[in-house]
């Protein structure tokens, strides 16, 4: 089993809240991702990092940021929550080539 | 536009029936193709994966079918079990790209 770790699993928070997400892998995978999961719908990639000082956007436009100092740690934040930004979000770990993608278990977010 | 197209949607079979979940796809730089599985409550995980250069591959009771031609792939599970109940995802991605595209998800029962 891979050991990629979010925190907090589940979030409940008021809207204009800064947030942050955790995202933590022992691996020492050196790329990185972040998926956005709604019900129903196709994971979309919204930020990935190829190591240390490196990010990117993905494919799916997103408001919130991410950051790389650490190779093992890639926190993706929010500075002020919307409702529009309730969603699940998967944090992935690859080594270089890429494939396969190990998966977190998420976060679940719900902002009111 | 959505890159995978995946059905159906959901899906019940009895307990030793053969499930067939379906993609579609119509980029031809498309050159891997994995199969995701998620439980409730978890990530994403790595079933199965095949290369265009096979129309076939097995790992246990999982296959995927590959049709280069059609631009489809499948995946069948034999003799399913009610453990298999969880939701199963198609993904593509291009050469050298980071970006998985996802299919939308099939639910998968399994009855006992």
């Known amino acids: 089993e891979a050991d990629i770790y979010q925190t907090p699993r589940y979030l409940v928070i008021g809207t204009g809240k800064k947030i942050t997400l955790e995202c933590s892998q022992t691996?020492?995978?050196?790329?990185m991702y972040w998926y956005q999961q709604d019900p129903g719908m196709e994971l979309h990639l919204i930020h990935y990092?190829?190591?240390?000082?490196?990010?990117e956007k993905g494919d799916l436009s997103s408001e919130s940021t991410v950051s790389r100092i650490r190779t093992e740690h890639f926190p993706l934040t929010l500075e002020s929550a919307r409702p529009s930004h309730t969603s699940q979000y998967l944090c992935?770990?690859?080594?270089?080539?890429?494939?396969?993608?190990?998966f977190g278990d998420g976060t679940r977010l719900s902002i009111l | 536009q959505q890159q995978v197209k995946q059905s159906p949607q959901s899906l019940i079979v009895q307990k030793g029936g053969i499930p067939i979940i379906n993609c579609a796809y119509e980029?031809?730089?498309?050159?891997?193709f994995p199969w995701y599985q998620q439980f409730p409550g978890k990530g994403p995980a790595l079933l199965i994966a095949?290369?265009?250069?096979?129309s076939e591959k097995k790992e246990g009771r999982f296959t995927i079918s590959f049709n280069k031609s059609a631009k489809q792939f499948s995946l069948h599970i034999m003799d399913s079990q009610p453990g298999d109940s969880a939701t199963y995802f198609c993904?593509?991605?291009?050469?050298?790209?980071?970006?998985?595209?996802f299919g939308t998800g099939t639910r998968l029962t399994v009855i006992p």
């Open positions: 095949i290369r265009p250069d096979v």
């Open positions: 990092s190829y190591g240390v000082n490196s990010t």
């Open positions: 993904a593509a991605r291009a050469g050298g790209a980071n970006n998985l595209f």
């Open positions: 992935a770990s690859s080594e270089p080539g890429g494939q396969p993608q190990h």
């Open positions: 980029n031809t730089a498309f050159d891997y």
């Open positions: 691996m020492g995978h050196d790329k």
